[in-house]
């Protein structure tokens, strides 16, 4: 092995310094983030996250590539792994040994994410013989957006409804009651806590003008729209249109379509000049709505798992 691969639950102040200043790189040079804001956000985590493993992977005295580890859970059957490598370092086998030393000795499966699935990441999927699980797509679309949607249930936005900025004093908890009913089966949105949204509202991109609500008449949240402009949003001039939920009982009555529509209004008026989402493939009527505002496939992230020899 050429690379020095070292294992830890906690990452100390200079190793996360050293492994975010790569991972911004990383993620400028390719355009997309190399690991999933989950990850990212558990990397500065005070404590040891329960069933997470880092490994950071050096050549020489040099940081050259990056993975995290998550144990199972109940709502993911089989440990998860992302894993990059730094631009300066590709071409010279650093992911494959990683990669196999994550591996060696497994007696369970293995999930890997291949963010933008990259030739790279196809290559060692086909050099370990990893079979796609899942696939995300990531869409994409031209600002500004010249049109507007003010319709509801096929009629004007009625004044039953309000549409408003997210409320830091009085909609976290409902927001939060709210997420999980919508993402109820979602392997990630529909586990999140009130911490995991606590974390989100106190990163550096938030902003609750971002964060638009829609209440029924007695003022309780029916659904929201949440866009995102973080660092390499601000460095690409692609925002995201991070989020989009509606309660079940108001879905196919407009209002996802109306939430869309106003988040690319907000990133064309932040100075966005490009919208992206992602979307797991199997929810078409979410790829109904962005179909009709004008986004279109770009790229896919792709689940891939690794079995075991018999």
């Known amino acids: 092995m050429t690379i020095d691969l070292r294992t830890t639950r906690h990452l100390s102040s200079a190793q996360l310094r050293e492994l975010e200043t790569m991972i911004v790189a990383t993620a400028i040079w390719d355009g997309l983030w190399p690991l999933s804001e989950d990850s990212r956000l558990d990397l500065s985590a005070r404590t040891p996250i329960p069933g997470i493993a880092h490994y950071l992977a050096y050549h020489g005295e040099s940081l050259v590539g990056y993975a995290i580890r998550r144990e199972a859970t109940p709502r993911v059957a089989v440990p998860t792994v992302e894993l990059f490598v730094a631009p300066d370092y590709r071409l010279r086998s650093f992911g494959t040994e990683m990669l196999t030393a994550i591996v060696s000795g497994s007696l369970v499966s293995i999930a890997f994410w291949a963010h933008g699935n990259v030739p790279s990441a196809q290559s060692l999927r086909r050099k370990y013989c990893m079979v796609p699980t899942r696939k995300i797509a990531v869409l994409a679309r031209s600002l500004p957006y010249e049109h507007s949607t003010q319709t509801v249930d096929g009629n004007h936005f009625s004044q039953e ?5 997210f409320s830091l004093e009085s909609d976290i908890d409902r927001w939060v009651a709210l997420n999980r009913r919508v993402f109820a089966g979602h392997p990630e949105q529909g586990a999140w806590t009130r911490r995991d949204f606590q974390k989100r509202l106190s990163s550096d991109w938030f902003h609750k003008s971002g964060l638009q609500i829609v209440t029924d008449p007695h003022d309780e949240p029916i659904g929201f729209g949440w866009s995102k402009i973080d660092t390499l949003a601000t460095a690409t001039g692609c925002g995201e249109f991070y989020v989009l939920g509606v309660d079940r009982r108001y879905q196919g009555r407009g209002f996802g379509q109306l939430l869309a529509s106003r988040s690319l209004q907000y990133l064309a008026g932040m100075g966005m000049k490009r919208a992206e989402l992602y979307a797991d493939e199997s929810n078409e009527p979410a790829i109904r709505i962005y179909d009709a ?9 792709i689940v891939y798992l690794w079995c075991p020899h018999e």
């Open 293 to 301: 505002l004008g986004y279109r496939h770009e790229r896919y992230d």
């Open 161 to 165: 409804y309000a549409i408003r900025a």
